[in-house]
T-cell receptor, first 114, second 117 residues
Framework: SAVISQKPSRDICQRGTSLTIQCQVDSQVTMMFWYRQQPGQSLTLIATANQGSEATYESGFVIDKFPISRPNLTFSTLTVSNMSPEDSSIYLCSVSSRLTDTQYFGPGTRLTVL | AQTVTQSQPEMSVQEAETVTLSCTYDTSESDYYLFWYKQPPSRQMILVIRQEAYKQQNATENRFSVNFQKAAKSFSLKISDSQLGDAAMYFC??????????????WGLGTSLAVNP
Protein backbone atom coordinates (compact mmCIF):
# COMPACT_ATOMS: atom_id res chain seq x y z
CA SER A 1 0.00 0.00 0.00
CA ALA A 2 1.04 3.63 -0.47
CA VAL A 3 2.75 5.62 2.25
CA ILE A 4 0.69 8.72 2.98
CA SER A 5 1.73 11.68 5.10
CA GLN A 6 -0.24 14.66 6.31
CA LYS A 7 0.88 18.01 7.66
CA PRO A 8 0.25 19.32 10.21
CA SER A 9 -0.60 16.41 12.48
CA ARG A 10 -2.49 18.75 14.76
CA ASP A 11 -3.18 22.43 15.19
CA ILE A 12 -5.06 24.81 17.41
CA CYS A 13 -6.49 27.79 15.55
CA GLN A 14 -8.44 30.91 16.29
CA ARG A 15 -11.94 31.50 15.03
CA GLY A 16 -12.03 33.27 11.67
CA THR A 17 -8.64 32.08 10.47
CA SER A 18 -7.84 29.48 7.82
CA LEU A 19 -5.68 26.35 7.88
CA THR A 20 -4.23 24.45 4.95
CA ILE A 21 -3.64 20.72 5.37
CA GLN A 22 -1.24 18.93 3.09
CA CYS A 23 -1.43 15.32 1.92
CA GLN A 24 1.55 13.68 0.24
CA VAL A 25 1.69 10.13 -1.12
CA ASP A 26 4.82 8.27 -2.16
CA SER A 27 3.43 6.99 -5.46
CA GLN A 28 1.14 8.21 -8.20
CA VAL A 29 -2.49 7.55 -7.39
CA THR A 30 -5.66 8.04 -9.35
CA MET A 31 -7.99 9.22 -6.65
CA MET A 32 -7.46 11.36 -3.57
CA PHE A 33 -10.20 12.06 -1.06
CA TRP A 34 -10.69 14.35 1.91
CA TYR A 35 -12.77 13.29 4.91
CA ARG A 36 -13.90 14.91 8.12
CA GLN A 37 -14.40 12.95 11.32
CA GLN A 38 -16.12 14.88 14.07
CA PRO A 39 -15.59 13.74 17.66
CA GLY A 40 -17.03 10.30 18.32
CA GLN A 41 -18.45 9.96 14.82
CA SER A 42 -17.83 8.12 11.60
CA LEU A 43 -16.18 9.59 8.53
CA THR A 44 -17.87 12.05 6.23
CA LEU A 45 -16.54 12.58 2.72
CA ILE A 46 -15.89 16.24 1.98
CA ALA A 47 -14.72 15.97 -1.62
CA THR A 48 -12.76 14.06 -4.21
CA ALA A 49 -9.61 15.88 -5.27
CA ASN A 50 -9.21 15.70 -9.04
CA GLN A 51 -5.82 16.24 -10.62
CA GLY A 52 -5.86 19.23 -12.93
CA SER A 53 -9.49 20.13 -12.38
CA GLU A 54 -11.87 21.33 -9.71
CA ALA A 55 -12.65 19.02 -6.82
CA THR A 56 -15.97 17.20 -6.65
CA TYR A 57 -17.77 18.19 -3.44
CA GLU A 58 -20.31 16.19 -1.49
CA SER A 59 -23.64 17.58 -0.44
CA GLY A 60 -23.22 20.06 2.38
CA PHE A 61 -19.67 21.05 1.50
CA VAL A 62 -18.72 24.01 -0.70
CA ILE A 63 -15.56 25.19 -2.36
CA ASP A 64 -15.55 28.55 -0.61
CA LYS A 65 -15.36 26.86 2.79
CA PHE A 66 -13.11 23.92 1.82
CA PRO A 67 -10.98 24.86 -1.19
CA ILE A 68 -8.94 21.92 -2.47
CA SER A 69 -5.95 21.78 -4.75
CA ARG A 70 -4.35 18.83 -6.47
CA PRO A 71 -1.50 20.01 -8.66
CA ASN A 72 -0.17 16.52 -9.41
CA LEU A 73 -0.80 12.83 -8.81
CA THR A 74 0.98 12.68 -5.46
CA PHE A 75 -0.07 15.83 -3.60
CA SER A 76 -3.22 17.60 -2.46
CA THR A 77 -4.19 20.32 -0.03
CA LEU A 78 -7.40 21.03 1.84
CA THR A 79 -8.00 24.48 3.29
CA VAL A 80 -10.51 24.99 6.07
CA SER A 81 -11.53 28.64 5.68
CA ASN A 82 -12.99 31.14 8.12
CA MET A 83 -12.95 28.53 10.85
CA SER A 84 -15.46 28.23 13.66
CA PRO A 85 -15.47 25.86 16.66
CA GLU A 86 -17.81 23.58 14.69
CA ASP A 87 -14.90 22.86 12.34
CA SER A 88 -13.00 21.14 15.15
CA SER A 89 -12.50 17.65 13.75
CA ILE A 90 -10.01 15.17 12.46
CA TYR A 91 -9.36 15.67 8.76
CA LEU A 92 -8.11 12.66 6.82
CA CYS A 93 -6.94 12.21 3.29
CA SER A 94 -7.15 8.89 1.52
CA VAL A 95 -5.93 7.55 -1.81
CA SER A 96 -6.72 4.77 -4.22
CA SER A 97 -5.33 3.75 -7.59
CA ARG A 98 -6.50 1.93 -10.67
CA LEU A 99 -4.65 -1.13 -9.43
CA THR A 100 -6.73 -1.39 -6.29
CA ASP A 101 -10.27 -0.71 -5.26
CA THR A 102 -9.16 -0.02 -1.74
CA GLN A 103 -8.70 3.35 -0.04
CA TYR A 104 -5.66 3.88 2.16
CA PHE A 105 -5.60 6.67 4.68
CA GLY A 106 -3.16 9.23 5.92
CA PRO A 107 -2.52 9.66 9.65
CA GLY A 108 -5.02 12.51 9.96
CA THR A 109 -4.88 16.12 11.16
CA ARG A 110 -6.52 16.98 14.46
CA LEU A 111 -7.88 20.51 14.29
CA THR A 112 -9.15 22.44 17.28
CA VAL A 113 -10.77 25.82 16.73
CA LEU A 114 -11.08 28.12 19.72
CA ALA B 1 -29.18 4.42 -1.47
CA GLN B 2 -26.80 2.11 0.23
CA THR B 3 -26.51 2.03 4.00
CA VAL B 4 -24.20 0.31 6.46
CA THR B 5 -25.28 -0.58 9.99
CA GLN B 6 -23.10 -1.56 12.92
CA SER B 7 -25.46 -2.45 15.73
CA GLN B 8 -22.85 -2.77 18.47
CA PRO B 9 -21.53 0.62 19.60
CA GLU B 10 -19.20 -1.06 22.11
CA MET B 11 -17.77 -4.53 22.59
CA SER B 12 -15.20 -6.05 24.91
CA VAL B 13 -13.14 -9.21 24.81
CA GLN B 14 -10.62 -10.91 27.05
CA GLU B 15 -7.10 -11.11 25.77
CA ALA B 16 -6.54 -14.32 23.74
CA GLU B 17 -10.27 -14.84 23.27
CA THR B 18 -12.32 -14.47 20.09
CA VAL B 19 -14.77 -11.68 19.32
CA THR B 20 -17.14 -11.07 16.44
CA LEU B 21 -18.20 -7.61 15.30
CA SER B 22 -21.37 -7.38 13.27
CA CYS B 23 -22.12 -5.35 10.16
CA THR B 24 -25.14 -5.38 7.91
CA TYR B 25 -25.71 -3.37 4.78
CA ASP B 26 -28.47 -2.55 2.38
CA THR B 27 -27.99 -2.39 -1.37
CA SER B 28 -29.76 -3.32 -4.56
CA GLU B 29 -26.47 -3.90 -6.36
CA SER B 30 -24.92 -7.29 -6.94
CA ASP B 31 -21.30 -6.24 -7.37
CA TYR B 32 -19.56 -4.33 -4.61
CA TYR B 33 -16.75 -4.35 -2.09
CA LEU B 34 -16.85 -4.51 1.68
CA PHE B 35 -14.14 -3.40 4.06
CA TRP B 36 -13.26 -3.41 7.72
CA TYR B 37 -11.06 -0.58 8.94
CA LYS B 38 -9.49 -0.18 12.35
CA GLN B 39 -8.89 3.19 14.01
CA PRO B 40 -6.79 3.04 17.18
CA PRO B 41 -6.43 6.05 19.50
CA SER B 42 -3.65 7.30 17.24
CA ARG B 43 -6.54 8.01 14.80
CA GLN B 44 -4.77 6.37 11.83
CA MET B 45 -7.37 4.54 9.76
CA ILE B 46 -5.96 1.11 8.95
CA LEU B 47 -7.38 -1.40 6.48
CA VAL B 48 -8.04 -4.71 8.23
CA ILE B 49 -9.68 -6.81 5.55
CA ARG B 50 -11.40 -6.54 2.20
CA GLN B 51 -14.07 -8.69 0.51
CA GLU B 52 -15.28 -8.69 -3.06
CA ALA B 53 -18.97 -9.52 -3.30
CA TYR B 54 -18.49 -11.85 -6.27
CA LYS B 55 -16.20 -14.08 -4.22
CA GLN B 56 -17.97 -16.71 -2.16
CA GLN B 57 -14.88 -17.48 -0.12
CA ASN B 58 -14.56 -15.48 3.08
CA ALA B 59 -11.52 -13.22 3.26
CA THR B 60 -8.88 -13.95 5.89
CA GLU B 61 -5.89 -11.95 7.11
CA ASN B 62 -3.96 -13.69 9.86
CA ARG B 63 -6.12 -13.48 13.02
CA PHE B 64 -8.86 -11.55 11.21
CA SER B 65 -11.56 -13.25 9.16
CA VAL B 66 -14.97 -12.36 7.89
CA ASN B 67 -18.27 -14.17 7.62
CA PHE B 68 -19.76 -12.81 4.41
CA GLN B 69 -23.39 -13.75 3.91
CA LYS B 70 -24.43 -12.08 0.65
CA ALA B 71 -28.08 -13.10 0.72
CA ALA B 72 -28.46 -11.87 4.27
CA LYS B 73 -26.34 -8.76 3.51
CA SER B 74 -24.18 -9.46 6.50
CA PHE B 75 -20.43 -8.95 6.85
CA SER B 76 -19.14 -9.76 10.33
CA LEU B 77 -15.52 -9.56 11.45
CA LYS B 78 -14.01 -12.24 13.68
CA ILE B 79 -10.86 -11.48 15.63
CA SER B 80 -9.17 -14.57 17.00
CA ASP B 81 -6.60 -14.66 19.79
CA SER B 82 -7.35 -11.04 20.66
CA GLN B 83 -4.39 -8.87 21.60
CA LEU B 84 -4.19 -5.63 23.54
CA GLY B 85 -3.21 -3.87 20.34
CA ASP B 86 -6.54 -4.81 18.79
CA ALA B 87 -8.29 -2.27 21.00
CA ALA B 88 -9.67 0.33 18.60
CA MET B 89 -12.73 1.61 16.82
CA TYR B 90 -13.71 -0.70 13.98
CA PHE B 91 -15.59 0.62 10.96
CA CYS B 92 -17.40 -1.38 8.31
CA UNK B 93 -17.58 0.21 4.85
CA UNK B 94 -19.23 -0.48 1.50
CA UNK B 95 -18.23 0.57 -1.99
CA UNK B 96 -20.11 0.01 -5.22
CA UNK B 97 -18.18 -1.72 -7.99
CA UNK B 98 -20.41 -0.23 -10.64
CA UNK B 99 -18.10 2.60 -11.65
CA UNK B 100 -14.34 2.78 -11.29
CA UNK B 101 -14.73 6.54 -11.15
CA UNK B 102 -16.98 6.39 -8.11
CA UNK B 103 -14.95 5.10 -5.22
CA UNK B 104 -17.06 6.69 -2.50
CA UNK B 105 -17.18 4.61 0.66
CA UNK B 106 -20.36 4.27 2.69
CA TRP B 107 -19.46 3.98 6.37
CA GLY B 108 -21.03 2.43 9.43
CA LEU B 109 -20.97 4.29 12.73
CA GLY B 110 -18.30 2.08 14.19
CA THR B 111 -17.84 -0.37 17.06
CA SER B 112 -15.48 0.45 19.89
CA LEU B 113 -13.59 -2.68 20.93
CA ALA B 114 -11.93 -2.94 24.32
CA VAL B 115 -9.47 -5.76 25.04
CA ASN B 116 -9.18 -6.71 28.70
CA PRO B 117 -5.91 -8.17 29.97
Amino acid sequence: SAVISQKPSRDICQRGTSLTIQCQVDSQVTMMFWYRQQPGQSLTLIATANQGSEATYESGFVIDKFPISRPNLTFSTLTVSNMSPEDSSIYLCSVSSRLTDTQYFGPGTRLTVL
Amino acid sequence: AQTVTQSQPEMSVQEAETVTLSCTYDTSESDYYLFWYKQPPSRQMILVIRQEAYKQQNATENRFSVNFQKAAKSFSLKISDSQLGDAAMYFCAYRSARSRNNRKLIWGLGTSLAVNP
